[in-house]
């Protein structure tokens, strides 16, 4: 059973297992205290037959948010809070990783908001269907 917090009483044998009611953030960034930046590589540029795309470095955040009425699937899932968390971390920062592919370098400059809204769409939908929890 889910409750929010406040004062409730409990059992000898019952206790609470805590999750955050409000957003919170998963970082990947030089001096983060979760992870450094995500490597990835961009996609090729289909105007250089040559290019494989280029090493790329992606420093980023996202916020998430637990549902009430997926917290249980959550705990069933993952056991507790901090190791749901680590696999929030490694999920979206898979799913960074491979959507840089999707883009040229030139993009990377020129359509930094697209890339974003892409990542962070993607981000959303694995983490949903992954973790129970939405990203903002």
Same mark, same amino acid.
């Given at each position: 059973?889910?409750?929010? &917090?406040?004062?409730?009483?409990?059992?000898? *044998?019952?206790?609470?297992?805590?999750?955050?009611?409000?957003?919170?953030?998963?970082?990947?960034?030089? &001096?983060?205290?979760?992870?450094?930046?995500?490597?990835?590589?961009?996609?090729?540029?289909p105007?250089?037959?040559?290019?494989g &795309?280029?090493?790329?470095?992606?420093?980023?955040?996202? $916020?998430? $948010?637990?549902?009430?009425?997926?917290?249980?699937?959550?705990? *069933?899932?993952?056991?507790?809070? @901090?190791?749901?968390?680590?696999?929030?971390?490694?999920?979206? &920062?898979?799913?960074?990783?491979?959507?840089a $592919?999707? *883009?040229?370098?030139?993009?990377?400059?020129?359509?930094?908001?697209?890339?974003? $809204?892409?990542?962070?769409?993607?981000?959303?939908?694995?983490?949903? @269907?992954?973790g129970?929890?939405?990203?903002?």
């Amino acid at each position: 059973q889910v409750e929010r &917090g406040g004062i409730h009483l409990t059992g000898p *044998f019952l206790s609470f297992i805590p999750f955050p009611a409000a957003q919170t953030t998963l970082e990947w960034a030089n &001096g983060a205290a979760e992870r450094p930046p995500i490597s990835s590589r961009t996609g090729a540029d289909p105007n250089d037959p040559d290019s494989g &795309g280029q090493p790329i470095q992606i420093s980023c955040a996202v $916020q998430i $948010q637990f549902v009430k009425e997926t917290i249980r699937e959550v705990y *069933f899932s993952f056991g507790s809070y @901090e190791a749901a968390r680590q696999r929030y971390l490694l999920l979206a &920062g898979n799913v960074v990783s491979n959507t840089a $592919q999707d *883009f040229v370098p030139q993009d990377f400059w020129t359509r930094r908001d697209a890339i974003a $809204q892409q990542m962070l769409h993607k981000i959303n939908h694995t983490l949903w @269907e992954q973790g129970y929890i939405v990203a903002t």
